[in-house]
C-alpha cells in the first residue's frame, strides 16, 4: 500500500507503507513510515553468475578478508589484481529492469573503485608517511560498469504526467532512478546498502547483522570498521516513525488546523529523534576512535581533497570529454534523518560558504530522499508551520496551547543539538586529535564545518525560547542552561583546533 501526503496547497508526495519488497521494477530507496530511509528490502548480497570474477576480487581486496587472512590491500596488491578484471559492463544490460541488483553493482563497483584509487595512500598511512597522491586513473573496466549503474536506469520511458524531476518534488511511485554519482556514496553503497542478515528471520537486530564489503576488518563484525558502519544502519532504522511523525506535522496544516495533532506529531518526532540519539551513542564502545582513521583513508572523496589535485579521469565514460571529474566522498553528512528535521522546523542556516557545502551535499542522496526532503521544505513553509506552532502569525489561539507546541518544539530542536554535539565530539576524538588532513571525507573543512551547522541550532533555541518569553516549565529551562554552557565551550573548542592548525575561525 502506498499513501499520498498533500500536507497543504501544492503536490503530493507518495511515502510507502508496504515497501513491496519483491518488486524489482522500483529502486532500492523510497522513503516509507515502515523502514525510513533504509533500503525499501535487504540489501541484495548475491552478484549473478556473471560477475564472479568481479566477486572474487571484492572477497579478496580487504585488508582482513573473511577467512582471516591478509587481502590484497594489506599485500599493496589491489591495483595490479583490478587491472585484470574483465570490462563486464556490457553484462549490466541483462539486469537493467532490476533496479535493486543495479543498486549491489553500484555498491560494489564503488567499493573497487575507491580502494583502486587510494590504495597508494593506505601505504603511505601504514607507514606513518602523509597521503600523498592517489591513483588519478580509473581504467575502464572499472570506470565504465559503475557510470553505468551509478544511473540505475530503466528503458521503459517515463509517465508523461508528471515528469521525472520536475518541480516542486511530483512523484510517481512505479518508475524513478536513484541517480547516484560514479563513486562512493553513504547510502546507496557504502553504509545503508552494505548490510546483510546471519537469519532473515531475525530481522534487523544488532547482533543479525554483517557486512557485505568492507576495506579493512570490516568483515569481523566485531571490528571498528563495522561498527562504525553497522551503527549508522541501526540508526536510520529508527527513521520510519520520523517520517510518519514529520508527516503528521504537515497533516496538522491541513484546514483546519489542528494543533492537539501538531503537538502529538511533534511528540512523535521527539521520541523518534531520541531513539536515534540513543543508538548513535553507542559508536563510542563500537568503533574505537583510534582505529578510524586507519579504515577512514577509503572513504575520502576526490573534491578539495589533496590526494586528487586534478581530479580523476574516467577512461571510457561518455560525456566527460577525456577530462578529469571530481566527486564528494562518502560522509554521514548524506543522511537524510537531521536533514529531514532542518527542513521540517524550518531551522535557518547561516549564509556562509560553508552552508554552500551542505546544499552540495543534498546531491548526493537518492533521489527519492532528496525529492522527499525538498517536498516537506516546500509543504511546511508554505504552510507556514513554524510561525503557527510558535504563535508568531497572529492566529488568535490560546496561549497555553501555544505554549505547549513551543515547548515540544524546543525539546526537538534540542535532539537536534544533541545529535550535532555529538557529531561534533565525534569529529573532535575520532578525527581532529588524531590527523592534522584539514578536511573531511566529504571535503568540507575538517574544524569549521559541523561547527557552522550546530552553532545555527543553538541559535535557533535562543530564539525560540526567547519568543516564548522564557515561561516554558523547568525541563527547557534546564535544556537552555545546556545551550548557554555549550556555546561557550563550542567558541572555546574551534578557536583551539583553529588556533593549533593555523586556520581562521571563520574561514570556510
Not at 17 to 34: C, G, H, I, K, Y
Not at 243 to 258: E, F, K, Q
Not at 352 to 362: G, H, M, N, S, V
Request: aromatic share 8%; net charge neutral.
Amino acid at each position: 500500500m502506498t499513501k499520498l501526503h498533500t500536507a497543504t496547497m501544492g503536490p503530493p508526495f507518495t511515502v510507502l507503507e508496504d515497501t513491496r519488497p519483491d518488486d524489482m521494477s522500483l529502486p532500492a530507496f523510497m522513503v516509507s513510515t515502515t523502514r525510513g530511509f533504509l533500503p525499501r528490502m535487504d540489501p541484495i548480497a548475491t552478484l549473478p553468475s556473471e560477475f564472479d570474477a568481479l566477486e572474487s576480487l571484492l572477497q579478496r581486496m580487504p585488508v582482513k578478508t573473511l577467512s582471516g587472512a591478509p587481502g590484497l590491500l594489506a599485500q599493496g596488491q589491489l591495483g595490479p589484481a583490478a587491472t585484470e578484471l574483465p570490462d563486464l559492463t556490457d553484462c549490466i544490460d541483462k539486469y537493467r529492469h532490476n533496479l535493486p541488483l543495479m543498486n549491489a553493482l553500484y555498491r560494489d563497483y564503488s567499493f573497487l573503485a575507491s580502494a583502486y584509487l587510494l590504495e597508494p595512500c593506505h601505504e603511505r598511512f601504514v607507514r606513518g608517511e602523509e597521503y600523498g597522491l592517489a591513483r588519478d586513473v580509473l581504467p575502464a573496466n572499472i570506470a565504465r560498469p559503475i557510470a553505468k549503474c551509478a544511473a540505475l536506469y530503466v528503458s521503459s520511458p517515463p509517465p508523461v504526467s508528471p515528469p521525472w524531476g520536475t518541480p516542486p518534488f511530483s512523484h510517481h511511485p512505479d518508475r524513478r532512478s536513484c541517480e547516484f554519482k560514479p563513486f562512493m556514496e553513504y547510502a546507496g553503497s557504502y553504509a545503508l546498502y552494505n548490510y546483510r542478515l546471519v537469519d532473515p528471520a531475525l530481522g534487523l537486530t544488532s547482533a543479525n547483522l554483517r557486512l557485505i564489503r568492507a576495506f579493512e576488518h570490516g568483515l569481523d563484525p566485531a571490528s571498528s570498521e563495522a561498527g562504525f558502519v553497522l551503527v549508522h544502519i541501526e540508526m536510520v532504522k529508527c527513521s520510519g516513525p520520523l517520517v510518519s511523525g514529520a508527516l503528521a506535522c504537515l497533516d496538522a496544516l491541513s484546514a483546519p488546523r489542528n494543533r492537539a495533532a501538531l503537538n502529538t506529531a511533534l511528540g512523535t518526532v521527539h521520541t523518534a529523534l531520541g531513539a536515534i540519539n540513543k543508538t548513535m551513542d553507542t559508536m563510542w564502545a563500537r568503533s574505537r576512535p583510534a582505529a578510524y582513521t586507519s579504515f577512514r583513508t577509503f572513504i575520502f572523496g576526490i573534491t578539495s581533497q589533496s590526494m586528487f589535485p586534478g581530479g580523476v579521469l574516467y577512461e571510457g565514460v561518455a560525456g566527460h570529454d577525456g577530462k578529469p571529474v571530481s566527486f564528494r566522498g562518502e560522509s554521514g553528512a548524506n543522511d537524510s534523518m537531521v536533514p529531514l528535521v532542518d527542513n521540517l522546523l524550518a531551522i535557518p542556516m547561516p549564509d556562509t560558504p560553508l552552508t554552500a557545502i551542505l546544499d552540495d551535499f543534498r546531491s548526493y542522496r537518492p533521489s527519492n530522499h532528496r525529492a522527499f526532503l525538498g517536498w516537506v521544505k516546500e509543504r511546511a513553509a508554505e504552510g507556514g508551520l513554524r510561525a503557527w506552532a510558535l504563535g508568531l502569525d497572529g492566529d488568535g489561539e490560546d496561549e497555553g496551547e501555544r505554549r505547549a507546541s513551543r515547548a515540544l518544539w524546543i525539546r526537538v530542536l534540542d535532539q537536534v543539538r544533541d545529535f550535532r554535539w555529538r557529531h561534533w565530539c565525534f569529529a573532535r576524538e575520532y578525527i581532529l586529535k588524531r590527523t592534522s588532513h584539514p578536511t573531511a571525507t566529504g571535503g568540507s573543512p575538517i574544524v569549521t564545518w559541523l561547527p557552522n551547522q550546530l552553532q545555527a541550532v543553538l541559535d535557533e533555541m535562543v530564539y525560540v525560547y526567547g519568543v516564548a518569553g522564557g515561561d516554558l516549565g523547568a525541563e527547557c529551562a534546564d535544556i537552555m542552561a545546556l545551550v548557554a554552557r555549550q556555546q561557550a565551550t563550542l567558541r572555546k573548542e574551534v578557536r583551539k583546533f583553529c588556533e593549533d592548525r593555523g586556520v581562521a575561525a571563520a574561514s570556510a
